[in-house]
């Protein structure tokens, strides 16, 4: 009997197979952004995207300008940490946007040809568990966490305090308030076994918009939009995964001074590949794209992204340092 | 192994007053000739423990068992061996094992006992087994589960007795397939009525499929007035710990308060029961194993877990014995069925996947890495997962005993059993002491049967060493034992000898001393106190009873044994006692309220 290679089990167990990933909200978010951890888990992710397309990914309302096209290096740099909020799992995280655009975009019959570069808009995330299995409060619980099937509340919330300049169309902050409500589920199929296990996950979600009073010296509205995102995830060994991803838009028509344009009805594809490279490391790889977007007014948008996620919880540290 | 010098002489003797007792027990020749005899069902648990039954203390939940228990009777003094294939060897000819072809495990023959017989490490040639003579004397003779007595076609339970039979040869494997655990035997061996097996039934799982056997074969020859004699020898629950998945959540958390918290409930209700008497000491926690309370909450989880489903076999196993119970009630059968419950020897403590697996870069080890490398304890059930419950949980299982299978502590050989059926003339529900051994099967059922052992007609038959229970099941005597009979043992090299109230016993470092001890079971069944030095004249006494079994039994110590360098295993022994070192138990110390007070500026 050996305790304490148990709690390294516990541990490993909690942390490379626990997203600690706060929300990507300028895209659809990777498959086990929301499985559940041990309370009081600590997560830095970085998240790397390559986007084209003819919208701007720092823009979650995708407000396509027809004939646009845009390159942009997006990264995010954040916090997330978990923790118990009524016997339920609940996690807290902070984004930072931050990155390079450049581009040519067409909107109220000018043309401009941009480039821009800086920090976006930050991101609050909270995220509450109302279905499923209890919180993970202690080791116990962790080790015998099964999500089965399990429902979240979902709130975002982005400050306007990003760069922006108003006299151009392509910005990293987008000057306005806007959010996300979500529901995440995740239903579990099969034995939740490392290296066995399977999940069919949506992401329900709508964002709401606030005005942007000086977009290129006019107002820009925009409707609520839904978006559906869905993940079929699967083991491939305890360490390694991958996972088909689905997106839906629908909604989110925006208006410049009262003239309104399309509303997106766009649907995306793509897979992602994650791999655990030590108790404390998570690396995942996507490329995802959209597929009907052949229409003027359609998005278009395709991109790489590359994620690693450094996660910790003070109970692995100090066994570590107890086994030195 | 059972003391009591037999020959010849006394054979017979004992031959003529089974017969007599058995006409006067189980009906006159004229009655027996209307009513039909009993059938038998004996249920053989591979490795429960003493106290795992509701019926003996435990909390797992075994209804159909305790129901058995209620309707029968309780014996707290029943004997096994330490371990399987001497235990099932014994039930089947009762003849020890020295003489009978387990001298010693197959797996464990030592170098000196090699071609020697008795040790073939198969039911020799040399007997007549219970089967055998009930088939003889008109009972169908069925048999499902774990043989573990030979592999070959004269050595299988068809041949040796059992009419129909759907059996595990090996000694254990997989619930759910034929992978058994070494590189060079990675087939479980199946036979079904006397063919190998290529392949095993659709939904195979073994408690299950050995349960629906059996009724099928039952079902088979009803109607044709014959009784039955059914060996249904569970697997369960034997690790590797295979569950079906609504099993193994019926205990969740529930083991997390450790095993000597476990312990000390099953005494009581020990107690509260009748098992044990008032004022029964809990055997020492072993001094390798911790006390629970000063380990992490995930510690406990992990080891409480492998608990859960050890309780969930046990659970599982009397289920399925529910399942045939209806059945036999459903039939017709069940008030005519005599029905007797055990286990074969002591709780498992020993970790058998690390004796196998342990070696990285070994043949075994490789194998166990393709096969048996379900580690992660949400797998723990699953086909390619490996869980025992460790020497602290089986500790539990044997409480209050000390120390579990393969070794001669009470935890290593006493067992729990139930008989129940028509006939027995002591109360329902009662529970009996007296002294009571294995090998007592054989005559005890020859004798319901209404047939003997052919001693008689066969002179190169080895002799029976048990006795039958007739006059004590008929309530006339408590005991079928005097305290000048003894009952002995020997495998791997540990011994002992129980006469009476006392046992002598030589173990092996550092469970045992490498030298005689002496307890006095009847005050002290912990084996906590040795009574050898206060005791010489009774140590000498009893080493006679030893050196007689020995030279009847044709006993050959072995020269190897898997015990053999366990003392440089583990660690130093030294007396475990309740609260030491206080460093590790004391609490925060609480100043009193008033007393408190801020730094002063």
């Known amino acids: 009997m050996k305790p304490i290679a148990w709690l390294r089990l516990v541990f490993a167990t909690m942390l490379v197979t626990s997203a600690l990933f706060p929300p990507q909200a300028l895209a659809q978010v990777p498959g086990r952004f929301y499985w559940k951890s041990l309370s009081g888990g600590n997560a830095l992710p970085l998240i790397y995207n390559s986007v084209s397309g003819n919208t701007n990914p720092f823009d979650p309302s995708h407000t396509v300008s027809p004939g646009a096209s845009v390159d942009a290096s997006v990264a995010m740099a954040g916090y997330a940490h978990t923790f118990t909020l009524a016997d339920r799992s609940a996690m807290a995280a902070v984004i930072f946007p931050m990155g390079r655009i450049s581009g040519t975009v067409t909107t109220a019959g000018r043309t401009f040809n941009q480039s821009t570069s800086g920090f976006g808009d930050p991101m609050l995330e909270f995220n509450l568990n109302v279905l499923g299995p209890p919180a993970q409060k202690n080791i116990p619980d962790a080790l015998r966490y099964e999500p089965g099937v399990s429902v979240d509340l979902l709130a975002d919330l ?126 995942t790889f996507g490329y995802k794209s959209t597929i009907n977007d052949t229409g003027p007014g359609d998005m278009r948008m395709d991109s790489f992204m590359v994620t690693l996620v450094f996660g910790w919880h003070p109970l692995i540290e100090g066994s570590k340092r107890l086994k030195k | 192994m059972i003391g009591e010098r037999m020959n010849r002489t006394n054979m017979t003797l004992l031959a003529v007053i089974a017969a007599t007792v058995a006409a006067l027990f189980f009906a006159p020749a004229p009655a027996q000739a209307q009513q039909k005899r009993p059938n038998i069902v004996i249920i053989l648990a591979d490795d429960m423990g003493y106290a795992d039954m509701g019926s003996f203390g435990g909390e797992i939940r075994t209804p159909n068992l305790d129901s058995l228990a209620k309707q029968g009777v309780r014996f707290t003094n029943f004997y096994t061996h330490a371990s399987c294939s001497p235990t099932r060897s014994m039930l089947l000819s009762g003849v020890d094992t020295h003489l009978n072809g387990l001298g010693n495990m197959d797996e464990w023959t030592a170098p000196n006992q090699t071609g020697v017989p008795g040790y073939e490490g198969y039911l020799n040639k040399r007997l007549a087994t219970l089967p055998q003579l009930l088939k003889g004397a008109g009972y169908h003779t069925y048999m499902v589960g774990k043989w573990h007595m030979g592999k070959a076609p004269d050595q299988i339970p068809a041949a040796r007795g ?190 058998l996947f690390e004796m196998i697996a342990g070696s990285p870069g070994s043949r075994d080890y490789l194998f166990a890495a393709i096969n048996w490398s379900q580690t992660h304890p949400n797998a723990w059930g699953d086909p390619g997962s490996y869980v025992g419950y460790g020497p602290m949980w089986a500790q ?90 003894y009952l002995a ?54 080493l006679v009873a030893w050196d007689d079994y020995v030279k009847a039994n044709n006993v050959i110590l072995p020269s190897r044994g898997p015990f053999e360098t366990l003392e440089n295993v583990l660690p130093q022994r030294v007396q475990v006692e309740a609260g030491f070192p206080p460093l590790i138990y004391k609490r925060q110390f609480v100043p009193p309220k008033e007393m408190l007070a801020d730094p002063k500026p």
């Open chain 1, 158 to 283: 982005a400050l306007p305090i990003g760069e922006y300049d108003s006299s151009q169309p392509l910005n990293i902050g987008q000057n306005r308030w806007y959010g996300r409500l979500g529901m995440p589920t995740i239903f579990q199929l099969g034995p939740w076994v490392p290296g066995r296990r399977t999940t069919l996950e949506f992401l329900p979600a709508v964002w709401l918009f606030g005005e942007n009073d000086n977009y290129v010296g006019q107002t820009l509205k925009t409707d609520p939009m839904f978006q559906l995102d869905a993940h079929l995830t699967r083991d491939f060994t305890e360490h390694a995964w991958g996972a088909i991803d689905a997106s839906w838009y629908s909604g989110g028509k925006s208006s410049i001074n009262g003239v309104p344009g399309s509303k997106l009805n766009n649907a995306g594809l793509g897979f992602t590949f994650g791999y655990t490279v030590s108790d404390n490391l998570n690396l």
């Open chain 2, 489 to 542: 043992w020997e495998v791997f090299g540990n011994r002992a000898v129980r006469q009476g109230e006392w046992k002598l016993r030589w173990q092996i470092k550092p469970y045992g001393k490498s030298d005689w001890e002496l307890f006095n079971v009847a005050k002290d069944p912990a084996e906590r106190k040795d009574l050898a030095a206060q005791n010489p004249d009774k140590v000498k006494a009893m």
């Open chain 2, 396 to 485: 539990a299982s044997m409480t209050p005993f000390s120390q579990y299978k393969g070794w001669m502590a009470e935890g290593g050989i006493r067992n729990a059993l139930i008989v129940s059926g028509p006939d027995i003339k002591r109360p329902a529900g009662s529970i009996n002491h007296g002294l009571m051994h294995v090998a007592d099967l054989m005559p005890t059922l020859l004798e319901v049967a209404g047939t003997s052992y052919p001693k008689a007609s066969q002179p190169d038959l080895p002799p029976l060493i048990g006795k039958s229970w007739g006059p004590m099941l008929a309530g006339k005597v408590d005991s079928v034992r005097t305290d000048q009979d």
């Open chain 2, 162 to 351: 059992f009419e129909r039979d759907f059996s595990l040869l090996d000694g254990a494997g997989s619930y759910w397939d034929m992978t058994n655990f070494t590189g060079a035997s990675p087939k479980s061996v199946f036979t079904e009525d006397g063919r190998y097996l290529t392949k095993l039934p659709e939904d195979y799982y073994a408690t299950k499929t050995y349960t629906d056997k059996l009724i099928s074969f039952i079902d088979a020859n009803r109607g044709d007035g014959k009784p039955f004699f059914a060996y249904v020898s569970h697997q369960a629950p034997h690790d590797p710990y295979h569950l079906p998945k609504d099993w193994r959540n019926r205990h969740v958390g529930e083991y997390d308060k450790g095993w000597d918290a476990v312990r000390q409930e099953r005494l009581k209700r020990q107690i509260e029961l009748g098992i044990m008497p008032p004022g029964t000491e809990l055997a020492e926690r072993m001094w390798f194993i911790p006390d629970p309370i000063v380990l992490a909450p995930a510690s406990r989880a992990i080891l409480g877990k492998k608990m859960e489903l050890y309780a969930g076999m046990v659970e599982n196993m009397d289920h399925h014995v529910g399942r045939l119970i209806d059945h036999l009630k459903k039939i017709g059968e069940y008030e005519n069925t005599i029905f007797i419950v055990f286990g074969d020897n002591g709780a498992e403590g020993s970790d």
